[in-house]
C-alpha cells in the first residue's frame, strides 16, 4: 500500500480503515488508470486522472470516525446513472455515497457510479 495512503489510515479506527480498504479496491478494480493522491489534512483520498487539480478527480474516499464516504465532485451529474438511490447530498454539484459496512461498497451501483463518474471526468487539463 502507498506510503502516503497508509499514513492517512493508520489513525483510523479498524472499522473505517477496513472500509476504506475494502473501497479502495472497488475503485482500483473499476478505475485501474486512475493515480491516487491524498490529503492527509482533509483525510481524503483521492483517484483522479488530473494529478494536481480537483477538476480530474474521479472519486475521493473520506474518512470519518464510524464510516468512510465516497465522494463525487460531479455527482448530481451521476443522478441518472443511480438507480439503487445511493447518492446523498444536497450540494450545488457534489454527492456521496455513506459506506458503513464492507457490503455497502461491493453493490453493483456502486460500480457502475464509479464507471459513470470515470466516464464523466476529464483526463487532460
Do not use: W
Not at 464510516?67 to 455527482?75: D, K
Not at 444536497?90 to 457490503?103: C, M, Q, S
Amino acid at each position: 500500500m502507498d506510503e502516503q495512503v497508509e499514513r492517512v489510515l493508520a489513525g483510523c479506527a479498524p472499522g473505517v480503515r477496513e472500509l476504506a480498504v475494502a473501497a479502495r479496491a472497488v475503485i482500483e478494480e473499476v478505475v485501474p488508470d486512475a493515480v491516487v493522491e491524498v490529503d492527509p489534512a482533509a483525510r481524503l483520498i483521492a483517484y483522479t486522472f488530473q494529478p494536481g487539480t480537483y477538476r480530474g478527480v474521479v472519486t475521493a474516499i473520506a474518512l470519518h470516525g464510524a464510516y468512510v464516504n465516497l465522494m463525487f465532485g460531479r455527482g448530481v451529474e451521476l443522478v441518472a446513472h443511480d438507480d439503487e438511490g445511493l447518492l446523498e447530498g444536497t450540494g450545488r454539484t457534489a454527492r456521496h455515497i455513506k459506506v458503513r459496512r464492507v457490503e455497502d461498497v461491493a453493490r453493483a451501483g456502486v460500480r457502475r457510479l464509479i464507471a459513470a463518474s470515470a466516464a464523466l471526468t476529464p483526463r487532460s487539463g
